[in-house]
C-alpha cells in the first residue's frame, strides 16, 4: 500500500509520502551505529534528562498531534489527546526509574561460587528495528522507545503506512529532545522491505506489533539470523460475568471494553461470557449502551465511535457478521457500513455464536462484539480458553474462590479483576500462545533489548 495519509473520515488523501530509497535507508542504518556507540557510552542522569525534555516536548504539541492522530487513524480526539498524553508519562516513567530497573544484581554469598564478587549487569544490545501498528500510532512506538533509549539502545522504525506523518514526527522527535543524532529514525520502507533492514548486521534486534502472520515472518527472518525478537500480536480477549459481580458495572465497562479507540485495540474485549444466572440483564444492558453511542465525526469532542481506519477493515467486520448470520447467529443492534463517506461501521452485537461461524476464531478489529452464555464457571474457563490467542483477560466476581479458580486458569498474559484491560508503564504487558513472546512495559521491558552479564571474580 502507498505510504499515504488517508483521512478515513472521508476517503480524502492528505498526504503522500515518497518511499526511502535503498541508498537513505543504508545511510539511516549508518548513522543508527554511530549513534548506538555513543549513546551507549552515556549515563543515566544524561538520558533521563533527555527523555524528560522529549516528554515535554511531547507536551506542548499535544494538541497539534492529536488532531494527527485523528485525521490519519480516526480515533476520536479526546482518545487521541489522552493517547498522547499517556506517551509523555510512560517516558517519565522511564527517565525517573530506568536506572534502578537496571542495576547491578549482586550474588548474596558469592563464596558459593568460589568469588569475591559476583553479580549480574545490564548492557544494551545496540540498534533494534520496531516495526509498528497504527491503532494507536504514537503509544505503541513510545512504549517500546522511552525503556529502549533509556537502556542506550537505539530505534529504527518501520510504521504502519497509513500513519505517515505521526512517523516522521517521531523521527525528529528524540534528536530535537537533545538525544545523539540518529538515535531513533523513521525508515518510509514497504513491508516488503523489512526482511533486508532485519538481515542487516548494524541491526541487533527488533519488535513487532501487529497481525500474527507479519510476527511470524519477522520472527523466522530474526530466527534464522540468531537475533531477539519481542512480538505483540493481538488477542481475543474473554470478558466473563458471574453472578456474584456488580452486572449494570459490568455491562457498562464491558461497552468501553469493547469500542475503545473504534473497537481496533488487540487488549478490547471482544467474547463476552455470561453466566447464564445474569445473561439476560447483562445483554439488555450492554445493547442498549452499545446502540446509545454516537457515532460521527471523530474531531467532534461529542463522539464516542469514529470510523474504521481502513476500507478493508470496515468490510471485514461487515464480512464477519454477515457470515454469523448466516449461519444462526443473533444480530442485536449494528453490523452495517454507515454513511457515504469514509470508513464508518455501526457497534455491533452478536449472540448464539457457533464454531461454525469466522467470528468465533478470528479477531474482530473493530466494534463487534460477540455475547455467549454459559451455566457455570468451568465452562467460562474453557471458552475463554478456546482459542489461539492469549493476551489479557477481565473476569468479574466478587467471590474470592472464583476470582482464585479464574487467575490460575485463564490462558493469557494477564487478569483484570471488575476492570477493564488497560497498559500501564509500571504493569508488563504481553500474551502467550498466538499472542506473542516476551514482554513490553515495566522491568521486563527495557531489559528485553539488553544483555544480561554474569561478572566473576576470584
Not at 76 to 99: G, H, S, T, W
Not at 380 to 395: E, K, Q, R
Not at 411 to 421: L, P
Not at 425 to 442: C, H, M, N, W, Y
Request: overall charge negative.
Amino acid at each position: 500500500m502507498p505510504i499515504a495519509t488517508v483521512n478515513p473520515a472521508t476517503g480524502e488523501l492528505i498526504e503522500e509520502f515518497a518511499a526511502h530509497t535503498r541508498e537513505q535507508v543504508g545511510q539511516r542504518l549508518t548513522r543508527a551505529e554511530a549513534a548506538a556507540a555513543t549513546l551507549r557510552a552515556t549515563d543515566f542522569d544524561t538520558r533521563a534528562r533527555w527523555m524528560r525534555a522529549a516528554a515535554d516536548l511531547v507536551e506542548a504539541d499535544a494538541a497539534r498531534t492529536a488532531r494527527m492522530l485523528t485525521i490519519e487513524m480516526g480515533k476520536p480526539i479526546a482518545q487521541a489527546r489522552a493517547e498522547v498524553l499517556k506517551c509523555a508519562r510512560a517516558m517519565r516513567f522511564y527517565a525517573d526509574n530506568a536506572e534502578s530497573l537496571l542495576a547491578d544484581q549482586p550474588l548474596a554469598d558469592p563464596s558459593t561460587v568460589n568469588a569475591s564478587v559476583a553479580y549480574t549487569c545490564y548492557a544494551p544490545l545496540g540498534v533494534v528495528l520496531a516495526v509498528m501498528p497504527w491503532n494507536y500510532p504514537m503509544w505503541q512506538v513510545i512504549r517500546f522507545a522511552a525503556p529502549a533509549l533509556m537502556a542506550g539502545n537505539v530505534g529504527l522504525l518501520k510504521h504502519a503506512s497509513n500513519v505517515p506523518q505521526t512517523a516522521m514526527y517521531l523521527d525528529t522527535l528524540f534528536e530535537r529532545a537533545g538525544f545523539p543524532a540518529g538515535s531513533f529514525q523513521t525508515l518510509l520502507i514497504g513491508a516488503a522491505d523489512v526482511e533486508a533492514v532485519l538481515r542487516d548486521r548494524r541491526v541487533a534486534a527488533a519488535t513487532l506489533t501487529g497481525s500474527e502472520p507479519a510476527g511470524r515472518s519477522v520472527a523466522a527472518v530474526a530466527g534464522s539470523e540468531v537475533k531477539k525478537v519481542v512480538l505483540e500480536l493481538g488477542g481475543s480477549d474473554p470478558f466473563i460475568v458471574l453472578p456474584s459481580a456488580d452486572v449494570r458495572a459490568a455491562a457498562r465497562t464491558a461497552i468501553a471494553a469493547r469500542t475503545l479507540n473504534n473497537g481496533q485495540s488487540c487488549i478490547a474485549a471482544k467474547r463476552f461470557i455470561v453466566h447464564t444466572e445474569v445473561y439476560d440483564e447483562f445483554v439488555e444492558a450492554f445493547v442498549a449502551g452499545t446502540k446509545a453511542l454516537t457515532v460521527g465525526d471523530p474531531l467532534d469532542e461529542e463522539t464516542e465511535i469514529g470510523p474504521i481506519a481502513t476500507r478493508s477493515g470496515r468490510r471485514e467486520l461487515v464480512e464477519l457478521v454477515d457470515d454469523a448470520v448466516a449461519k444462526g447467529a443473533v444480530l442485536r443492534c449494528g453490523g452495517s457500513a454507515v454513511g457515504t463517506e469514509g470508513w464508518f461501521f455501526e457497534p455491533a452485537v452478536l449472540e448464539e455464536v457457533t464454531p461454525a461461524m469466522r467470528v468465533y476464531r478470528e479477531e474482530a478489529f473493530g466494534p463487534l462484539a460477540v455475547v455467549h452464555r454459559v451455566d457455570g464457571i468451568e465452562q467460562a474457563a474453557a471458552l475463554a480458553n478456546d482459542t489461539t490467542f492469549g493476551l489479557s483477560s477481565s473476569v468479574w466476581t466478587t467471590d474470592p474462590d472464583e476470582e482464585r479458580f479464574l487467575i490460575s486458569s485463564l490462558e493469557t498474559g494477564a487478569v483484570f479483576v471488575n476492570g477493564m484491560t488497560v497498559s500501564y508503564p509500571e504493569l508488563p504487558f504481553g500474551g502467550v500462545k498466538d499472542s506473542g513472546i516476551g514482554r513490553e512495559l515495566a522491568a521486563e521491558g527495557i531489559r528485553e533489548f539488553c544483555n544480561l552479564k554474569t561478572i566473576w571474580k576470584g
